[in-house]
Structures are given as C-alpha cells and as structure tokens.
C-alpha cells in the first residue's frame, strides 16, 4: 500500500514546494509595473516627455530577455537536473531583486531588469515540465493549475508593493522579496527532488532516450505544436498589456492614487485569475477523460471569456464596472493558462516538454514586449491606454477560435512507451 500511495504524495509535495517559487516569479517582475509612480519620481528619464515610453522600455528589456532566453533554458532544462536549475534560477533573480533596491541611476536599472530576464526564464519551463512529469491524466492540469495559481497569487502582492511603496519605500519593496527568494532557494535545496523514473531524467553520455533521440524530435505533433504557439502569442498581448499599464489606465482614468491603482489592478484580475486556474484545471480534467480535446476545449471557453471582458476594460464607463471586466478577464485568463503546459503535453513527449514550453514562452512574451512600449508611445502621443486595451480584445479572439481548430490525438503524447 505504502508503495502505490508515496508517489501521489511526492507528485503534490512537488507541486507545494514550487508554488511559492511561482509566486516570487512574478511578485518580483509585477511590482515594478505597481510601484510606477514612486520609481518615476527618482529617476529623471522617467519624467517629461518621453516619461511613459522609457517606462515602457524598463519593462520591456526584462520581456525581451526573458523571451530570448526561454528557448535556451527549455532545451537546458530537458537535458539537465531540473531541481538545481530551479534553485541556481530562484537564487540569482531574487539577489537581482535585492539588488534594485539600492540602485540610483537609472541605466543600473535597466541592465538589472535585463539580468533579472535572464534568470526568471529558467524557471517556468523547468518547473512546469516537472510538475508534468509528476502527474499524468487525471491530475494534470489541475496540477499545473495549482502551481499557476502561485502566479496569480504573486501578480496580487505586486499590487501591495504599491502600497509599500507609497506608504514606506519602493526600495524596501525589492530589499524584502530578493532576501526572501534566496531564503527559500535553501529551502529547495534540502527538499526538492528530480522525477528519477521518466525519460525526463537527464541522460548518461552517449545513451539514448526511447523518446528522444540525440539531435531529433520524434513524436512530435509538429503542425499541433505550431498552432499552440500561436494560440499562446495571441492572447499574450493583452495579457502583458493588463500586467503591464492597468494600474497606469486606472490612473488616467479614474485619476486614482498608485496604491489604490495597484490594489484594483493586481488584486482584481489576479484574484480571478487565482479562482480560474483551479477551475479550468478541474474542468480540463475532467472534459478530457470523457474526449481527447476536453483541455482545448477548456482553455478556448476561458479565452472567449476574455474578448468582452477586454472591451470592457477600455470602454466601461465606470470603475465598478472596469473591475467587474477585469475580474472576468482573470477568470478567463486563468482557465486558459492553466492548460497550457497539459495541452503541450498531448502535442509532445516528455524529453521535449520544457524545450517545447521555452518556445512557447519566447513567443509570447516577445508579443508582450513589442506591445508594451508601443502602447506607452501612444500614450506619448495622445491616444488613451483605454483604446490599446480595447483592440487587444482581437487577438484573444483569433486564439480562441484556433484553440477550437487545434485538435490533439491522444491524451499524453508518448506515455505508451512507459505502459
């Protein structure tokens, strides 16, 4: 008995250990956006004419790095110990953020956002490959949806970074979570364990995986795979466009302070956000022992709830009713994110998951990052954030729609080789 019920205690163990990791994955890149005003207001290239578009840029920098390097460290990943990945990830950024706590110039600013670009994507596709790798069919996406919720959870906190900011100092903001960070990557050190019994252990030189090959992909859906990208780029644009200038839009708008600004944007969606993982993780899982394409099904529903939600977000009159789109986009968001990693993994075996995710992430984070400061030179320029917001409600729809066309033909891809 002890025998069949320790792995299913392993597999969630490993989900609550990288929960928290999650969590500072985002608090520390999200507080930048939430502690706008009080960063603006120390560095002169923040300020003037040109103040919203250098902002942008500041934020940018990270997503272009970020993106760049996620494909790197998905390969990486596949081929190495994933645990010591994970916690050599967690430590840099989190001395990155304590870092820029104490940074005066601007210039020292941006190429610290940059480092920490480099050292967040290691992350994602390590951890959510092994998460993967932990959990099959049943527990799958609600596995994955748990870990993301960790996400949402830390995009939350970044709006009380505002307010720490506001109340006390933007700097003791990132002093406190970078010396938390390298903290916990102690923590994982003692605690955290590789999946040992799965292709997804890395390989003795010179031996060959029966899933993957030196140098190839069999087993890929490569048409599939192509398309998931797509699906994933497309709704990243609004989705770095409401991480990134929601608290700005609700400035403008509703002329609110940073904190109440910070508090609206990030607890709202990602309080949603927090709510639809969990949910499109369960309901994913269960559409999809009942049919192949349950996931798929899961995470379109959540990006069709997304489109009016966006229009809504740029054009509602009122700020409950801008809180109540953004609350809905949240939900719809989450239930789309959390299946994303599970739906790769009916497109591509395990050996190429974290690799498969790292492209994943490079396009849609890169769609983020040229987004990003072309709405702050709008903005520059005269046209509202409201009308950027709004027009962002097109591509979800486009991916919505190819979500709908994607269709995968078995459950796991690769898993008969461990039957």
Same mark, same amino acid.
Request: net charge positive; charged share 10%; with cysteine.
């Given at each position: 008995?002890?025998?069949?019920?320790? &792995?299913?205690?392993?597999?969630?163990?490993?989900?609550?250990?990288?929960?928290?990791?999650?969590?500072?994955?985002?608090?520390? +890149?999200?507080?930048?956006?939430?502690?706008?005003?009080?960063? +603006?207001?120390?560095?002169?290239? *923040?300020?003037?004419?040109?103040?919203?578009?250098?902002? %942008?840029?500041?934020?940018?920098?990270?997503?272009?790095?970020?993106?760049?390097?996620? &494909?790197?460290?998905?390969?990486? @990943?596949? #081929?190495?110990?994933?645990?010591?990945?994970?916690?050599?990830?967690?430590?840099?950024?989190?001395?990155?953020?304590?870092?820029?706590? #104490?940074?005066?110039?601007?210039?020292?600013?941006?190429?610290? +956002? $940059?480092?920490?670009?480099?050292?967040? $994507?290691?992350?994602?596709?390590?951890?959510?490959?092994?998460? =993967?790798?932990?959990?099959?069919?049943?527990?799958?996406?609600?596995?994955?949806?748990?870990?993301?919720?960790?996400?949402?959870?830390?995009?939350?906190?970044?709006?009380?970074?505002?307010?720490?900011?506001? /109340?006390?100092?933007?700097?003791?903001?990132?002093?406190?979570?970078?010396?938390?960070?390298?903290?916990?990557?102690?923590?994982?050190?003692?605690?955290?364990?590789?999946?040992? /019994?799965? @292709?997804?252990?890395?390989?003795?030189?010179? $031996?060959?995986?029966?899933?993957?090959?030196?140098?190839?992909? &069999?087993?890929?859906?490569?048409?599939?795979?192509?398309?998931?990208?797509? !699906?994933? !780029?497309?709704?990243?644009?609004?989705?770095?466009?409401?991480?990134?200038?929601?608290?700005?839009?609700?400035?403008? #708008?509703?002329?609110?302070?940073?904190?109440?600004?910070?508090?609206?944007?990030?607890?709202?969606?990602?309080?949603?956000?927090? %709510?639809?993982?969990?949910? %499109?993780?369960?309901?994913?899982?269960?559409?999809? #022992?009942?049919?192949?394409?349950?996931?798929?099904?899961?995470?379109?529903?959540?990006?069709?709830?997304?489109?009016?939600?966006? =229009?809504?977000?740029?054009?509602? &009159?009122?700020?409950?009713?801008?809180?109540? !789109?953004?609350?809905?986009?949240?939900?719809?968001?989450?239930?789309?994110?959390?299946?994303?990693?599970?739906? *790769?993994?009916?497109?591509?075996? @395990?050996?190429?998951?974290?690799?498969?995710?790292?492209?994943?992430?490079?396009?849609?984070?890169?769609?983020? =990052?040229? *987004?990003?400061?072309?709405? %702050? +030179?709008?903005? /520059?320029?005269?046209?509202?954030?409201?009308?950027?917001?709004?027009?962002?409600?097109?591509?979800?729809?486009?991916?919505?729609?190819?979500?709908?066309?994607?269709r995968p033909k078995e459950r796991d891809c690769g898993a008969e080789i461990f039957q």
């Amino acid at each position: 008995m002890a025998e069949t019920i320790r &792995p299913h205690i392993n597999a969630w163990l490993v989900v609550a250990l990288l929960f928290p990791v999650a969590l500072l994955n985002y608090l520390d +890149r999200q507080m930048l956006a939430t502690m706008g005003l009080s960063i +603006r207001a120390d560095f002169g290239e *923040l300020q003037g004419v040109n103040g919203a578009e250098n902002f %942008g840029r500041l934020m940018s920098i990270f997503m272009w790095v970020y993106a760049f390097c996620s &494909p790197v460290s998905g390969f990486i @990943a596949d #081929r190495v110990n994933r645990k010591w990945l994970i916690v050599f990830s967690l430590a840099v950024w989190s001395a990155v953020t304590l870092a820029m706590g #104490r940074v005066h110039d601007y210039p020292t600013l941006y190429w610290l +956002r $940059a480092a920490m670009g480099v050292s967040e $994507a290691f992350y994602i596709p390590a951890g959510l490959s092994l998460i =993967a790798d932990y959990h099959h069919g049943a527990t799958r996406s609600l596995a994955v949806g748990i870990h993301m919720s960790g996400i949402y959870l830390g995009q939350a906190l970044g709006g009380v970074g505002g307010w720490v900011a506001q /109340d006390i100092s933007w700097r003791a903001a990132f002093g406190s979570c970078g010396f938390i960070g390298v903290g916990y990557a102690v923590v994982l050190c003692l605690f955290l364990r590789e999946r040992t /019994d799965t @292709a997804s252990v890395p390989l003795a030189a010179g $031996a060959e995986s029966p899933i993957l090959p030196a140098n190839n992909y &069999p087993g890929v859906r490569w048409l599939g795979f192509g398309l998931l990208i797509l !699906c994933f !780029c497309l709704p990243s644009l609004p989705g770095w466009a409401v991480k990134n200038w929601l608290p700005t839009l609700l400035q403008d #708008r509703f002329m609110l302070d940073q904190k109440s600004s910070g508090l609206y944007a990030t607890l709202t969606t990602a309080s949603a956000g927090f %709510g639809g993982v969990l949910l %499109g993780g369960k309901i994913a899982d269960v559409w999809s #022992r009942r049919n192949v394409r349950g996931r798929t099904w899961a995470s379109a529903a959540g990006l069709l709830l997304t489109v009016p939600a966006l =229009a809504g977000i740029g054009f509602a &009159p009122t700020l409950p009713l801008v809180v109540i !789109c953004a609350a809905i986009y949240g939900l719809g968001f989450g239930m789309f994110d959390a299946n994303n990693m599970p739906i *790769l993994c009916q497109l591509a075996p @395990a050996r190429f998951r974290a690799t498969g995710y790292g492209l994943m992430n490079f396009a849609g984070i890169a769609a983020g =990052a040229y *987004l990003t400061p072309l709405l %702050g +030179r709008l903005k /520059d320029q005269g046209t509202p954030l409201s009308v950027g917001f709004a027009m962002c409600a097109i591509p979800a729809l486009i991916a919505a729609t190819l979500m709908l066309v994607l269709r995968p033909k078995e459950r796991d891809c690769g898993a008969e080789i461990f039957q």
